[in-house]
């Protein structure tokens, strides 16, 4: 039997209330970004629902994107009937026999369109009962049937399912607001850009590279990181800032344990312009508490004075393993770990201050030009626009 249609559940966006709409409509636009090569889907937005007709599109290929898609609670394959018994009848009939080795079934009506005459315990009774009819040895279960075959009753259409797709969960991204995502060529960093798309924020990247000391492979696995994220459910506008000189700059006048210090605070700096330029509200790491140096309270102390956005660290209590995890299941691991360097291992002193301290900081960067190096990365940074028809690099392609 070939499915014609997908059914999309929502599970969050049920609580949203007044807001529902935006919400639905922002998945809506989603769904179609991240599907927009198959050329003959046709996606409409019902009460509750979501609903795509694959017009003969391969339904494999589409589950498979689907199920990156936040937002999405569940989904199922569908077979679209008139909202008449008796094609409701012939509907559960054909995917009961689309399933082989079938002992025991169930039928599970749902009235959505309550203006259908027959109400939810008698269209079990009605649809059950012709199935049972007109099979052999299969039998009814309530409780712990071979295959639970569900009846959707809306306005316009039934649609009759069997089984789900587990979706991804969290809100809709676009629905939380924009992130500007520190963007490393690390494991975390991807990580922590996942977990905040989740939560329903659109993110932008920002990630600072050292030319010549970091090359343009260690770049090109920036972009292919940005690129993964990409199929959650939105495009990825990636800024590429030289961060070069402001390196040497500080490594020739500020002393080697607070080098890192102050590198991150100039980070910051130069994050929360491009934030302003952008009209987002707050800043997103992979910082997880006590990891390394710099992500001491102390450190994230001295270093988050420089800016009064919001930092969001999705990784703060998160072990080295719990990350790892997450980063193997999204498909970034494997990119995060090829062997370039990225601009935070380049002059990396050895002696970093674990507990740095405000007052060390303010007075170590009077002899620096902060302001001049900030401005000018700024108007020297690039931006790449990133969407999941990006190709990604030969070296990235390769391990999968």
Not at 131 to 156: C, G, M, Q, S
Not at 350 to 367: H, I, L, V
Request: glycine content about 6%; hydrophobic content about 35%; charged content about 25%.
């Amino acid at each position: 039997m070939t499915y014609d249609h997908i059914l999309i559940r929502f599970g969050e966006l049920a609580l949203k209330g007044k807001n529902r709409s935006i919400f639905e409509k922002q998945l809506q636009q989603n769904i179609k970004m991240s599907l927009k090569s198959f050329s003959n889907l046709q996606i409409k937005r019902t009460y509750g629902r979501i609903v795509i007709e694959l017009n003969g599109e391969n339904h494999e290929e589409v589950v498979s994107k689907l199920k990156h898609i936040f937002g999405i609670h569940s989904f199922s394959l569908a077979l679209k009937v008139e909202n008449d018994i008796h094609a409701m009848q012939n509907g559960a009939l054909q995917v009961l026999k689309d399933h082989q080795h079938v002992q025991t079934f169930k039928i599970t009506a749902r009235r959505a369109y309550k203006p259908f005459p027959l109400d939810t315990m008698q269209l079990n009774r009605e649809i059950g009962g012709y199935v049972l009819a007109n099979t052999d040895d299969v039998k009814v279960d309530v409780h712990n049937p071979d295959v639970d075959i569900r009846v959707e009753v809306r306005e316009t259409a039934t649609y009759v399912t069997s089984g789900s797709y587990q979706g991804a969960g969290g809100l809709p991204v676009g629905t939380s607001g924009k992130v500007l995502l520190l963007l490393s060529g690390g494991i975390d960093s991807p990580v922590a850009g996942y977990l905040t798309m989740k939560r329903g924020a659109k993110i932008e990247a920002v990630h600072f590279h050292s030319p010549p000391y970091t090359n343009e492979r260690a770049k090109q696995k920036v972009i292919d990181l940005a690129k993964t994220l990409t199929k959650f459910g939105s495009s990825v506008t990636l800024h590429l800032v030289p961060f070069t000189d402001v390196q040497k700059h500080i490594h020739q006048h500020i002393p080697s344990n607070l080098q890192m210090t102050i590198m991150r605070r100039v980070m910051l700096r130069i994050s929360e312009k491009i934030a302003q330029e952008r009209k987002i509200l707050a800043l997103g790491t992979g910082e997880s508490l006590g990891q390394v140096a710099s992500q001491t309270l102390h450190s994230m102390n001295t270093i988050n004075e420089v800016t009064n956005l919001p930092i969001i660290r999705p990784l703060v209590t998160m072990d080295k393993l719990e990350v790892i995890e997450i980063a193997k299941k999204i498909d970034t691991y494997e990119t995060s770990i090829l062997p370039f360097e990225d601009c935070c291992t380049i002059f990396l002193p050895p002696d970093s201050k674990t507990r740095p301290k405000r007052e060390q900081a303010n007075k170590y960067e009077q002899y620096i030009e902060v302001d001049k190096y900030v401005q000018d990365a700024v108007e020297r940074t690039e931006k790449l626009i990133l969407t999941s028809a990006t190709p990604v690099s030969k070296e990235v392609e390769d391990l999968f």
